[in-house]
Each structure stands twice: as structure tokens, then as C-alpha cells.
């Protein structure tokens, strides 16, 4: 074993010293690619005359020895036009060839479920390639992200509704209601355990999404959402090693944080005095401490005589002028900067190859001090060991990430004139839980400073968490004769995470946990701290191994020169742990590492009024373990290459609680057809068909939801105020529980035409999850909320269409790639009819109603406002109404409006690739269409009962409200009221006005790039050189609604733009 | 040579298949999460009921409708849309609120007691453990019957003997299984189901008397709870009786001499008198902090200078405003569990009933004297039987000020004929609650009368 090691250490370095010797008349030369000037490998290359020939190396070098007299020197290679060239005695060599490639060549696509590789030829399935040259279409330092808008069927879902599991990618369409809604994503043929973030996008060779019941019976019960397979880098076959650097820096504007509407100072206290003059914060004002805003309080000092009119002008004045986005933009967020860079190293020895990758990424955040870094390194080495017997791949990944983030920081939910920093750039108080006035009476000299200052803040709280992933992949494969083969992989990965967060005892977080739990002593003036005096550290440690085994064993015969068979066959074993502890430290002295107990088990009165409280320990403890056998069957025959059937089976175990044995597992499968149309003679007739294919599966997938038992399940240590241990109930007992079903039916078409000028496919599914498990709503004297029960069928029809168009081939190159997906799902039964309307207004998924889409947007008819009090009229029985008790309350759904899918129901992008000699250019414009969202508008209800408190933001639509008879031709924003209404406000917020049309279509990115002519420059390091620009995130081109609303982004702010700039070199 | 290679594969893979599968139904009984449990073991269910979240809370919109304090008409219109609504008997309570914890809480409590009592039957207890198995399932029952009473008095009309058994309850759930839906039961019924639930935990609760943790039930609670049931259900000699019960089992009354009149938190969560943990649900008006909630200044004025309670129960706001203190919480929320107080009260009452004036006014002036300035309390005395009666009842709305009790005895008093209105002032208009007035009793939320289609309470 140690000589193998010392022969891979020493081979690159071999092959590093060789040199070619020029002759002038030995006839040497190199042959590259005309399009980017890459040297191409094993052409055939052979002189007419003398017959001599020879091939290409890895460099495009070949040497025919001596040359003398005049002869026709003939190149060629498969995909590439036939090259040929006189030489005579005047012809000086080296040469330098280019050869055209040639473009209506079929290009074998080669898929890789996980289990096996197939060529795209000979299977039924549904498969979307993503190759490398695409992935590094982008830049990004999450490979996840690279997809976005160049694969088909998959919607990068945005606007996710946090209550109702939504993946932030969705393979066509949902498929579950309340079981996982991720995508499995698999890494090198197991399931990847770590964060994905981890995964450094230049190691990425390729990614193949598999999308119907054929490949997801082949990944089991964790596939009902599409699998995505991610194949790393593997290795060239050049005997000299190759190494190739990338590196580029992105730069992020600014978030824009004048994107939601607000409501300027001026309303914003016109509207507090209106609340002030009708009482509204009389309570608020006559208990001391709680805080008040500064308008409130000058409007009660000035209530109660203590300031004067001029004094209480001058105030105002000044708060006019404040608008606290303007301190946050300009000293809490920032343009950023994201770097990346890749260093590699390929080659090949005597008994295999090997790739090494290192690579590093430094992101930082929009907000100041929010960093993140990633560093990766990768080797993998495969090893003839028996040759063409016994193969050997190991493949070991190192991921390490530093991320530091300042969550601490409250930077929202203050009145609009908050002042947060000073001309001078100094901090200001912000007293948004304490009344200053009460400050200054309370034991002040017994307690630490208890003002809040959100800039002065940052530089007290550190919050650093380190994330370490191993990953070792060992893969046997033994070949017997006859076709059969033995592979048995293992795979191994262990991470930590080690998370410290520091509140020192500058922070506001500790001063005022430390005052909380003092009790001032107001005669010897000598507090008792219940808190001892110095920092709080809050660390976490996470820790996760798993065990992947897979013993397979393959069998490939061609019988006949007819028959082909494929089949492989095994089980599989996976394990996963995951454990937490958790815990905080006070009186930290960061120094000396040291802190000070405290006593968390006794309540203690605490400050400001005296409530019993305990100190949090921030103790957890929690391990997780994740257990699956699993078997499995794949089969495909093959016959005459024309007709094509494949078939697999497989069955999952896993360790669910709370079940019954039998109910662990679940069997699943999947047939396939396929028909090679163009290996037909009539076909081939055609000759402007190159390719045709029908291919069609069925089969079912499943999915699991393990929070759902069939046994009383319970969780450990929600307290009892009296300091025992507790549990609380998480599934009350549910006996007649059952497994999901997906079952999935896909047919496709796949063509290539007139020389390939226009190529692609067409595919149709349908989906239907039955089983499905939902919540049926129940009546309260049960004792829950919510019940889950099997009562759902969802079925989800679409269309796949992918179309490659090559408008122009020869100098000048312009591709078309068209991806169009619809998708429009149907909840086909529910058996459990709420027996409110209104329940499908708000919680989307928990109620869905039979024959609509599960996100189906529905809203209360609106009638305008009223032209005496602005009032929002509704509708009963034909007529304006403000009767909203009733009109919240509808008696049947005829009484709503429904709009459509909250979610695209048709989505793709139109992606342009230009090339011209060395410069390629290519934008990508993506659209979403068919979806309906609510936009938010005034609450006043809401606005009232946050403004009590410190006070926050309040909508934008305020200062457009109806004011006065008139108003409401120019304006649809209901008039305020005093109380305000609750049921008004909730008729508004569900009216039809606020529903918008969600079409869209935007400009996602640009990318040019230029390849250095590195031919030219006679050198032997460079071989390859490109400059790139990449921006990303351009724009909205078109929208539906006229609010200027960016229908991804209905809350929050949109992504900023983004400029890249980079280089690849190969050398 | 081709046999041969198969039959080695074969070989391994049978090797392999056998090791697996002996190993299998081990490997994957392994819990998915160590924080989730199938509760099972005697302890683990204690540990459902220990769960203080879901216990130690009832309703508190009574409270909120009762006339122990007032509000502002500024004040009543800064309230939220429940407790305007609450305070000023609106017919439609709830507006267009669908739920409400009054409700659903002790549901959640009767689910968790359920769960427990269902388990326990399966459990086989080994000898020594059978005394454990008793106290669980008492206490489980104790809880379910405590949810039970507070839904009967909130949600179901006044008890009389006479119409109980045609007036209806509630829904009285004593099954786990969710698809099972419970129509209202008569009054009678609630009743009896309370009482037989505490009669079976009387016999089964280890503890005698309240411990530290005053959420653990004791026989103590058990009687203290039947007292208070049969108080409510005009069974005033059984109320006696059980009264007694409790008492003598535990009988200790704080000296408010003891305790700090400028204190914020006279009482520790712990306190002596505490025999059960208990407090309504969070309603901001109800919480003792609140700035707007003014105790009702004839009350207020009926506590004499050196009555200690003046300045232990409220406390000045601002001006003339008084609003109330912590209680026997031991947090700004309203308690309503059961205390000696309380108990005293019920006997005293039950003696006066039964024409006992002495031994009413025996236990009155006992927990009167722990009540007054050391040196200035006079034992009250009483003429006669109704005397007695009227003073128990007077110090009664003294005593038990912002506990809850309130709302319930005006119902059992107008029900018996006392013709106690109640007046709100707001904006200058009056509002009347006449006695025995159908929105005495709480409405049911609409979510339970559209999933169940449970009888709605008339208003």
C-alpha cells in the first residue's frame, strides 16, 4: 500500500519533466479547437503518402517523426470536421492546426441516478443534465443556487409561506401536504448529510435531477420530491498533471430598505397624537416603566404641564426631520464583497488517476461584520488495483466554515423618526423597553447603565460558529466475467459545529438580564446581583456522523448482439447521529475563560416589577438518529437498441416511532418503456430526423412524514414553574395512520432535428399523491388544534417543454435554450369540509378545498369604500355592506372570489448563448407566471397595539387612506377608525383589491466572457485563459402589478444586484 | 470457472444478507430523537401532569365581566375587542373571534388527564409501585374534574336542583379517541361526573395535605374541590362536610401581620394557604399590573383602616384610581386555585345555612383575626342564622377579591333570588346585567359549535 501511495506523490512529478524537443525536420505540431482554442486529445492524424500515423496527447501535441519531401497530412476526430493539410519542404513546424468542430454530432449524455450511470439512449426515465460548462455559468458560492433558472421543472420558490413546509426548491410541483417537501439531494451516490452550503461549486463535475416515479423509486421513500444528484470532479486522463485556478470577486449593492412602504414621521405622529388624544395610552402612561416613544412622552409631559408649547414644538421639529432607514442604510448595511478562489490538480498514473482541489471562499454580509468563509479541500484518487478486475475509488472532503453573524441587534420595529446615530456617528439611545424618566428614579447607582444603544451594540456582541465536515467515500468495484460485477461502497461523514456567542458585559442583552435580577437594597444601598457582574457566553456544540454501506452487485450482457441486459441489484444500511448540547455561561470572563454559577433552579423576583423568574441555564441536550435498511432492484433490457424496458423495486425500513414494526416500511416501484424511433428504417428515412424517442414510466414513490405517529408521542422539558421535569403532548394517540403514496406517470418525447439545429424534449405527468396526510380540523373539546389524518389526494398535472435551437453555427455561434414548465395542481379529494369559508382565506395548505390548488387564493368581493366614513364595503346578498362580523364570516364559498394558484402554475427561462471567436455572451431571462399574492396593506388594528408598545413601523397605504367624502375615487385604503375594528381590518386585509396578479418576467443575469489567446503567446505554462464578467440579478423587465411590488419578494427586500468579475486559467 | 465466480457471489451475499437481518429489528428500534418519548412509565406520565403550561390555568372572562372593578370609558375603548366586549356583556362575545382558551384550554387539560387514565389501565404495576399508580391516576382524575367544574360554571347556566337535570352541561370527555365527538351532557351530569371523578381521587391521592409544588394534587385539594362543587350546586351540607374534610387535613392561614404591605409580590408563589396552584387565563385587564383596571371604590371603601388586606390587595395607580396586587399567585396573574381561605369561607357559610350561627362566625372571626392589625381586630358576632349568613357572604366578596369567584356567586346568588344587578357607565350611557340574565353564561366559540355541532348557549 505505502509503494502505491509514493507512486500516486511521484507521478505528477514525472510527468511534469518531460519536454518535448523540437526539430525543424521532425514533423511536430499541436491541434486545438477553433472555437476557444483548447487543445483537443487524440486526433487521428495520418500522412497520406507514407501512411504513418499517429494521435494527439492531452496537450494536442502529436510528433510524426522525420519529414522530408511533400505529403497531405490528414486529421480527424470524432465530432469534429475533417482537417487537410499540404505540407511541402517550405512548411516549418511546429504546426499549429485547428480543427472545426462538428455540430451535428450526437453528444452522449450520460445520467447518473446514484446506483449506475446509463446513457441518456437507453432510458425511460426523466432526467434533467445539468453539465459543468452550465454550472459555471454562474457564480456563486452555493451550488444549489447555480441552477436557478437553467434546469427545468424546478421552481426556486421565493415567497415561502414559513407555516407550511415549503422547500426552498420545488421539483414540478408539490407533492405532500405535510411530509417533507425538500428534494433528497444526493452527493457522489449517497445522501449528503451537511449543510449544502458546504459543498464548494468548483468541485461540482455535473448534476442530474431526477424527476419521476423510475428514479425515485430507485432513492425510496425520501424521493416523492425529485432527487438531486450532484457528481463531483473526477480526474482528467492526462499523464501530465493539469492545474487550473479560478477566481473571482463579487460585489452586492445595498439592499434597498425603502422597498416596503412606510409611513413617513409627519403622519406617523399625527397618527400617535390622534391615538394620545382618545386615550389610547393612558394605561401605558400611568405605569412608570414601561417605555413610551418620544412624541408620546411629550405629549403626556405636556398634558401634565411639565414642558411648554415651544418646548414641545421645538421636539417635534426635530423629529420631522428623522427617517431611521436612512441610519440603518448608512451605518448598519453595506455595498458587499464576495471572493472565491480555486486552485485544482489532475492527472493520471500507471494504475489510475487522481484529482486534488483546494478552495476558498470569504463572504461578506450586507450588514457590517457579517462574514462567512468556507474552505474546502478535496482528493480523490481511483486505482486500477487488479487491472480491468478490481478498482479502488477514494474520494475525501474537508469543508471548514467560519461565519460570524450580529443576529443581536434589533434593527427594525422603532417609530419612523427613531434618530439611531448622531451627525458625529455616535450611537443614541433607544429606550424602546424602559421609560428614561423611570431610569432615573429606579436604584440607579445599584444598577449597571440600562440604556439600549443599537450601534454601540455591535461592537459587545460577538456571535462566531465554526463548522467542520469530513467526508470519506470508499468504492470497490470487482468485475467478473460475463458481465457481473461486485461494488461495495461505504461512506463516512462526521461534522462539528461549534457555536460561541459572547454578550460581554458591555451588551445591552447582559446589562439588562443583570438589572432584571437585581434586587436594589435602598438602605444599604447594596444590591444583591443574582447575576454575578461579566460577560454571558452561549456555546453549542453539534456533532454528526453517519454510516452509509452499499454492497450492489451489477450484472451487463449483450446476448446476441440483441438482447442487452442491465440490472443491478442490493441493500443498503444508513446511520445517522446527530447530537446537541447546548449551554450558557455567565459572569464570562473572556480573558481567563472563567464564569461564576448562578442559581437557576429558584423562582427570583426580578426587576421591573417584581415577577418571579428563573435564570435560563440555555442547557439542551438532544440526539437524533436517523436509521434506514433498505433493498433495492433496477432492470433494464434492451432490444435491438430500439425497444427499451426498464424496471425497479425497492423497499425502505426506517426507525419511525411511535409505530407498529409492520408499519416501518414501504414498498415501492417503477416500470418503464422505450422506443427509439430513429433506429427504425422508416425513421431513418427521414433524414431530417437524427434523433426521436418515446419513453413513458409509472410507479409510485412514498413519503414520510416521521412526526406522525400512531402512538401518543411526548416531548421532554417544557418546564413546570415549580421545577420538576415536564413533558408535553406532540401527537395525541392516532391508530389508523398510514404511509403516503405518490404514484407518477411520465411521458416523453425526445427529438433532435434537421441536424440537430433544433433539439430537445417534451414531457407530460401526472402526479397524484394519495393518502396524503392532512390536517382535519377538530372541534376544540378534543383537546388539539389540528388532527392529522390520511385524507388527501393532490394531483399535479404538467408539462416539461426544453427546446435547443442552434440559430446559428459557424463563426458566429447564438444558441437558444428554451425551458417552459407548467405545472398546475388539483387537490382531488379532502375529506373534511371546514365549515368556514374564511379558513381558506388564511392558512393556505391546512385547509386546502377539493378541486382547487392547494395554495388557491381566494378573497372577500370588495365594493369600494364607503363615501361617508371611508368604511371597506363587502358584499351580502348582492349588496354594499359593512357589516363585517358578517362579511368575515361567509356562509359558503360562492361567497369569496377565487383568483388562482399562490404559486406559478408556469415558469422556464430564455436563455441566449452568443459566441464570436473567443468572446462568448449569454443572458438569461426567466418569467413566472399564473399566481396570485395578497400584498399587505394598512391593519390599523395591529399598527394600534404595536404603536402602545415603543412603537414600530407603520404601512405606507396610511398616508393614502380616505380622509374626507371623495377620497374614495382616488383611493382604496380604508379611513381610520377609533377603536379600531378587528373584523375590518381582517375584511381589508382579505379583500379582493389586495390580491395581485404575480406574472412576471425579469432579466436574471449576463455573463461575458473573452479566452485569452494563449496559443499566441508561444508560452508552455498557460494552456487555457479566460476572462469573465458575470451580473446577476438585473431586473424586473415586466410585471402585472402596478405597485411596483417584485412579486418574489412581497415581504422583505429583493436581492440586490450583484457584479462579478473573474479569470480561469489552466496550466 | 464462471459457476465458480457466482457461486462466491452468492456465498457473500447470503453472508452479508444473514448478518443483516438478524441485526435489523434492533437497528431500527433506535428512538429517532432522544427529547420524544411514548409516554408509558409511571413517571413519564407524571411528567405530563406536572406539565404547568397546560395545567394550573382556567378561565378568566367571569372574572372580567364581574364587578370588582370599573373602567374608563377612554379606558374601555383602548381595550382589546374581547375585553370591551367582556366588560361591557356584549350579546356577541366574541365577535368575530372563533376561539378562545377559556374554552379550549381545559380541553387540553382533560385530554392530558385522559391520556394518563387511559395508560394507567394498561400498566401491570409490580407491589410497590401500585401505591405510585394510585396517586397518578387520582391526580389525573383531580385534573380532569378541576377542568370540568370551570367549564360547568363558565359555560353552562346557574345550578338548581331542580332544572340541573334538564339544563345542559358540557361536553364531558372521558375518551382519548379525537374521532369521537361528545355532545353536551345535562348540568346534573357534569356535576356528578365531578364529583364521583374527586370521590375516586379522594380514595386514591397519597398526599394529605399540599406540598412546595402546589400544583401536585393532595386528598386536601380533593375535598377543597368537592367543597367548592357542592357550594356551587346549593349541596350546602355536603359542602360542610367536605369542607371539614379538607380542613382537617389542612388548615394553615397566613397572619397578614407577616406580610409586607409595600411589598409588589406580598405572597410567594409557594404560600401557606395555597392548597391547590391555579390562575386564570391571560387577559391584560386581569393582570395586576394593569393601569386601567380600577377596583370598584365601594368595595374598596368597605375595608376597615386596620383591615390589613387595604393595602396588601391594592394599591394606588394614580389619584384616587386603586387598582389590585398580586395575589396568591405570586404573579400579576388572577388566582383561582383553592386555598384554607377559601375553605373557611365554604364552612362558614355552610354552618350559617344550616342555622349553625356560632360555629359560622367561629371560623369567620379565625380567619378575620390573621386578616386585621395585630391589637384591633373585634371578633364579629351575629343575631341570628341569616345574620351570620350575611356576614360570611360580605366577608366572603372581601376575601376572595380578584380570585375568580365572583362571576359564580353572583350566578348561584341571583339564582337563589338575591336580584343583584350589575351597572356599567360608559360614555355616559348606563348598561344593566339584570339577574339570572342568559349572558351570565358564557357563550361556546364558534369553532367548537361548527366542528361539533354542539347546542349553542342562548344570549
Redesign the interface.
Known amino acids: 500500500m505505502r509503494k502505491f501511495c509514493l507512486l500516486a506523490l511521484l507521478c505528477p512529478l514525472l510527468g511534469w519533466t518531460q519536454i518535448h524537443q523540437p526539430s525543424n525536420r521532425i514533423l511536430t505540431g499541436t491541434i486545438y479547437q477553433t472555437t476557444n482554442g483548447t487543445p483537443i486529445y487524440l486526433v487521428s492524424l495520418t500522412l497520406k503518402k507514407t501512411g504513418k500515423k499517429t494521435r494527439s496527447d492531452e496537450n494536442g501535441f502529436f510528433s510524426l517523426g522525420n519529414f522530408t519531401g511533400s505529403d497531405t497530412l490528414i486529421a480527424t476526430h470524432m465530432g469534429y470536421q475533417l482537417l487537410q493539410i499540404t505540407l511541402d519542404e517550405n512548411t516549418t513546424f511546429p504546426l499549429r492546426l485547428f480543427m472545426e468542430p462538428m455540430v451535428q454530432n450526437l453528444e452522449e449524455v450520460i445520467v447518473n441516478t446514484g446506483y449506475q450511470t446509463t446513457p441518456k439512449e437507453r432510458a425511460t426515465g426523466s432526467f434533467v443534465k445539468i453539465d459543468n460548462q452550465l454550472l459555471e455559468r454562474r457564480v456563486g458560492s452555493n451550488i444549489l443556487d447555480r441552477l436557478d433558472g437553467i434546469a427545468g421543472s424546478l421552481l426556486f420558490n421565493r415567497n415561502r409561506n414559513p407555516s407550511v413546509n415549503e422547500s426552498p426548491i420545488m421539483i414540478r410541483g408539490r407533492s405532500t401536504l405535510f411530509a417533507s417537501t425538500e428534494p433528497l439531494i444526493i452527493l457522489d451516490n449517497f445522501p449528503y448529510d451537511a449543510d449544502i452550503s458546504t459543498i464548494n461549486p468548483n468541485d461540482i463535475e455535473d448534476i442530474t435531477i431526477l424527476r419521476d416515479a423510475s428514479a425515485a423509486s430507485i432513492w425510496g421513500v425520501r424521493a416523492g420530491n425529485g432527487v438531486i444528484v450532484i457528481t463531483t470532479k473526477k480526474g482528467t486522463q492526462s499523464a501530465k498533471p493539469v492545474f487550473r485556478f479560478n477566481m473571482n470577486s463579487t460585489f452586492h449593492e445595498r439592499p434597498n430598505l425603502r422597498y416596503q412602504p412606510v409611513t413617513d414621521a409627519r403622519e406617523y405622529m399625527g397618527l400617535e397624537t390622534f391615538l394620545f388624544d382618545?386615550?389610547?395610552?393612558?394605561?401605558?402612561?400611568?405605569?412608570p416603566h414601561l417605555s413610551l416613544s418620544p412624541l408620546i412622552t411629550m405629549l403626556a409631559q405636556r398634558r401634565a404641564g411639565i414642558i411648554t408649547a415651544a418646548d414641545s414644538l421645538q421636539l417635534v421639529n426635530n423629529l420631522i426631520q428623522q427617517d431611521y432607514r436612512k441610519d440603518l442604510n448608512d451605518h448598519f448595511y453595506r455595498p458587499s464583497m464576495n471572493q472565491q478562489y480555486t486552485l485544482s490538480m489532475d492527472g493520471r498514473h500507471n494504475l489510475g488517476q487522481y484529482h486534488w482541489a483546494i478552495g476558498y471562499d470569504k463572504n461578506q454580509g450586507d450588514l457590517i461584520g457579517n462574514q462567512n468563509e468556507r474552505f474546502t479541500l478535496r482528493t480523490r484518487q481511483h486505482w486500477q488495483i487488479l487491472p480491468s478486475k478490481l478498482e479502488s475509488t477514494t474520494d475525501l472532503t474537508l469543508t471548514n466554515t467560519r461565519t460570524i453573524t450580529y443576529n443581536d441587534i434589533t434593527l427594525t420595529s422603532y417609530p419612523i423618526y427613531t434618530d439611531l446615530v448622531d451627525p458625529q456617528g455616535t450611537g443614541l439611545p433607544v429606550y424602546r423597553d424602559y421609560r428614561s424618566q423611570w431610569l432615573d428614579t429606579i436604584a440607579q447607582r445599584q444598577l449597571l447603565d440600562w440604556t439600549y444603544r443599537p450601534l454601540d451594540d455591535r461592537d459587545h456582541v460577538s456571535n462566531r460558529s465554526m463548522l467542520t465536515d469530513l467526508r470519506l467515500l470508499q468504492t470497490f468495484n470487482y468485475t467478473?466475467?460475463?458481465g457481473?460485477g461486485?461494488s461495495l461502497s461505504y461512506q463516512w461523514q462526521q461534522g462539528n459545529q461549534h457555536g460561541h456567542q459572547h454578550r460581554s458585559r458591555q451588551s445591552y442583552f447582559t446589562r439588562d438580564l443583570i438589572n432584571r435580577f437585581t434586587v436594589p437594597n435602598y438602605i444599604t444601598g447594596v444590591p444583591t446581583r443574582q447575576i454575578p457582574i461579566g460577560g454571558i457566553m452561549d456555546r453549542s456544540i453539534t456533532q454528526y456522523y453517519s454510516h452509509n454501506l452499499r454492497?450492489q452487485?451489477n450484472y451487463t450482457t449483450t446476448i446476441a448482439e440483441k438482447h442487452s441486459i442491465t440490472a443491478v441489484a442490493g441493500?443498503e444500511?444508513r446511520?445517522y447521529h446527530n447530537s446537541n448540547t447546548s449551554f450558557r455561561r455567565y459572569g464570562y470572563n473572556e480573558e481567563n475563560q472563567t464564569d461564576i454559577p448562578v442559581n437557576s433552579v429558584s423562582?427570583l423576583?426580578t426587576l421591573p416589577?417584581?415577577?418571579?423568574g428563573s435564570i435560563a441555564t440555555g442547557n439542551t441536550?438532544?440526539?437524533?438518529?436517523?436509521?434506514f435498511?433498505s433493498y433495492f432492484l433496477n432492470a433494464g433490457y434492451v432490444l435491438n437498441q430500439r425497444y427499451l424496458v426498464n424496471l425497479s423495486i425497492r423497499k425502505d425500513?426506517?426507525?419511525?416511532?411511535?409505530v407498529n414494526?409492520n408499519q416501518?416500511g414501504v414498498p415501492l416501484w417503477s416500470m418503464g418503456l422505450g422506443w427509439n424511433l430513429h433506429k427504425e428504417s422508416f425513421i431513418q428515412k427521414l433524414k431530417w430526423v437524427n434523433q426521436l424517442k418515446l419513453r413513458t414510466t409509472y410507479g409510485f414513490n412514498g413519503n414520510l412524514d416521521?412526526s406522525t405517529t400512531a402512538?401518543?408521542?411526548?416531548?421532554?422539558?417544557?418546564?413546570?414553574?415549580?421545577?420538576?421535569?415536564?413533558?408535553?403532548?406532540?401527537n395525541?394517540?392516532?391508530p389508523n395512520l398510514s404511509w403516503e403514496r405518490i404514484g407518477m406517470w411520465n411521458t416523453a418525447v425526445d427529438f433532435a432535428l434537421w441536424n440537430q439545429r433544433i433539439s430537445g424534449s417534451i414531457e407530460y405527468y401526472i402526479k397524484s399523491g394519495k393518502d396524503l396526510i392532512g390536517n382535519s380540523?377538530?372541534?376544540?373539546?378534543?383537546?388539539?388544534?389540528q388532527?392529522r389524518q390520511n385524507i388527501a389526494n393532490l394531483e399535479t398535472k404538467g408539462w416539461d417543454l426544453n427546446l435547443h435551437i442552434q440559430a446559428m453555427r459557424k463563426k458566429w455561434r447564438w444558441d437558444i435554450h428554451l425551458l417552459y414548465s407548467h405545472s398546475q395542481d388539483i387537490v382531488t379529494k379532502y375529506l373534511v369540509t371546514?365549515?368556514?369559508a374564511k379558513s381558506y382565506l388564511s392558512s393556505m395548505p391546512l385547509n386546502p378545498l377539493q378541486g382547487k390548488p392547494w395554495s388557491a387564493v381566494f378573497a372577500y368581493p370588495w365594493a369600494g369604500l364607503s363615501s361617508n366614513n371611508g368604511d371597506p364595503l363587502g358584499i351580502i346578498q348582492g349588496q354594499p355592506s359593512n357589516n363585517?362580523?358578517a362579511l368575515?364570516?361567509p356562509a359558503s364559498f360562492a361567497d369569496l372570489k377565487y383568483f388562482g394558484s399562490g404559486r406559478p402554475t408556469s415558469f422556464g427561462s430564455i436563455r441566449n448563448d452568443l459566441s464570436w471567436g473567443r468572446f462568448a455572451f449569454s443572458f438569461n431571462i426567466v418569467y413566472e407566471w399564473g399566481f396570485y399574492f395578497r400584498r399587505s396593506s394598512v391593519a390599523y388594528?395591529t399598527h394600534y397595539?404595536s404603536m402602545?408598545q415603543y412603537g414600530n413601523l407603520v404601512h405606507g397605504d396610511y398616508m393614502m387612506r380616505w380622509q374626507k367624502p371623495g377620497d374614495e375615487k382616488n383611493t382604496q385604503v380604508p379611513s381610520r377608525v377609533?377603536?379600531a375594528?378587528?373584523?375590518r381590518d381582517?375584511f381589508y386585509q382579505y379583500a379582493e383589491v389586495l390580491v395581485e396578479n404575480g406574472n412576471h418576467i425579469r432579466l436574471r443575469d449576463t455573463r461575458l466572457s473573452y479566452d485569452l489567446p494563449v496559443h499566441k503567446w508561444q508560452n508552455k505554462i498557460i494552456k487555457r485563459a479566460q476572462l469573465y464578467g458575470y451580473i446577476n440579478n438585473i431586473g424586473i423587465i415586466w410585471r402585472a402589478n402596478q405597485q411596483g411590488i417584485d412579486p418574489n419578494h412581497v415581504t422583505g427586500n429583493p436581492t440586490p444586484r450583484s457584479y462579478a468579475l473573474g479569470i480561469n486559467v489552466d496550466f | 470457472m464462471k459457476i465458480k465466480n457466482i457461486i462466491t457471489i452468492l456465498y457473500i451475499s447470503t453472508i452479508a444478507w444473514m448478518t443483516f437481518a438478524c441485526s435489523k429489528k434492533e437497528f431500527l428500534e433506535k428512538k429517532p430523537n432522544s427529547g420524544i418519548i411514548i409516554p408509558t412509565s409511571l413517571e413519564e406520565l407524571r411528567w405530563l401532569l406536572d406539565n404547568t403550561n397546560i395545567f394550573t390555568f382556567s378561565p378568566g372572562l367571569g372574572e372580567l365581566s364581574a364587578d370588582n372593578y370599573y373602567l374608563s370609558s377612554t379606558n374601555w375603548l383602548a381595550a382589546n375587542l374581547l375585553e370591551r366586549n367582556a366588560y361591557s356583556w356584549e350579546k356577541d362575545l366574541y365577535a368575530s373571534i372563533r376561539q378562545n382558551s377559556d374554552w379550549s384550554v381545559p380541553y387540553q387539560q382533560v385530554l392530558y388527564a385522559n391520556i394518563v387514565l387511559e395508560q394507567c389501565e394498561k400498566i401491570k404495576p409490580l407491589q410497590s409501585e401500585q401505591p405510585l399508580l394510585n396517586d397518578i391516576k387520582g391526580s389525573a382524575l383531580f385534573l380532569r374534574a378541576y377542568a370540568f367544574t370551570s367549564l360547568l360554571q363558565h359555560f353552562a347556566p346557574a345550578y338548581h336542583p331542580q332544572t340541573a337535570t334538564t339544563q345542559l352541561g358540557i361536553p364531558l370527555r372521558t375518551s382519548t379517541d379525537i374521532n369521537k365527538i361528545f355532545t353536551r351532557s345535562s348540568l346534573k351530569q357534569g356535576f356528578d361526573q365531578v364529583e364521583t371523578d374527586l370521590a375516586t381521587a379522594v380514595r386514591l391521592l397519597s398526599l394529605q395535605q399540599p406540598i412546595t409544588e402546589k400544583n401536585r394534587p393532595s386528598k386536601a385539594a380533593a375535598y377543597g374541590l368537592l367543597a367548592r362543587v357542592c357550594l356551587y350546586t346549593k349541596q350546602y351540607d355536603r359542602a360542610l362536610l367536605f369542607a371539614d374534610s379538607s380542613l382537617q387535613l389542612y388548615r394553615s392561614l397566613i397572619d397578614y401581620n407577616t406580610i409586607s404591605a409595600t411589598a409588589v409580590t406580598p405572597f410567594p408563589r409557594s404560600n401557606d394557604e395555597t392548597i391547590y396552584y391555579c390562575q386564570a387565563n391571560n387577559y391584560s385587564l386581569l393582570q395586576t399590573i394593569s393601569a386601567v383596571a380600577w377596583a370598584d371604590t365601594t368595595l374598596y371603601r368597605s375595608y376597615a383602616t386596620n383591615d390589613l388586606r387595604r393595602n396588601i390587595f391594592f394599591r394606588s395607580i394614580s389619584g384616587n384610581d386603586i387598582g389590585f396586587k398580586r395575589g396568591y399567585s405570586g404573579t400579576v396573574f388572577v388566582f383561582t386555585g383553592l386555598a384554607t381561605d377559601e375553605i373557611y369561607l365554604i364552612r362558614a357559610e355552610a354552618y350559617a345555612r344550616a342555622g349553625n350561627t356560632q360555629a359560622a362566625m367561629t371560623d369567620l372571626n379565625t380567619l378575620l383575626a390573621k386578616r386585621f392589625r395585630i391589637g384591633t381586630f373585634q371578633p364579629l358576632t351575629a343575631i341570628n342564622a341569616n345574620d351570620a349568613l350575611n356576614k360570611v357572604l360580605t366577608e366572603r366578596r372581601k376575601e376572595l377579591v380578584w380570585r375568580g369567584h365572583r362571576w359564580l356567586d353572583l350566578k348561584r346568588f341571583n339564582s337563589e333570588g338575591a336580584s343583584i344587578s350589575l351597572i356599567r357607565v360608559l360614555n355616559g350611557n348606563t348598561i344593566t346585567l339584570p339577574p339570572n340574565s342568559p349572558l351570565y353564561t358564557l357563550p361556546i366559540p364558534a369553532e367548537e359549535i361548527e366542528q361539533s355541532q354542539i347546542q349553542q348557549n342562548p344570549r
Do not use: C
Request: charge should be positive.
Open positions: 382618545r386615550g389610547h395610552y393612558n394605561g401605558r402612561i400611568n405605569t467478473f466475467k460475463k457481473w461486485l454492497l452487485m441493500a444500511v446511520d423562582q423576583p416589577i417584581g415577577n418571579p441536550q438532544r440526539k437524533l438518529t436517523d436509521r435498511v425500513e426506517s426507525n419511525i416511532f411511535g414494526a416501518r416521521k402512538f401518543t408521542t411526548a416531548g421532554i422539558g417544557l418546564g413546570s414553574v415549580f421545577a420538576q421535569p415536564a413533558s408535553f403532548i406532540i395525541p394517540p392516532n380540523p377538530v372541534p376544540t373539546q378534543t383537546g388539539v388544534a388532527f371546514p365549515q368556514q363585517y362580523s368575515v364570516t388594528n397595539s402602545i377609533y377603536p375594528v378587528p373584523a381582517e
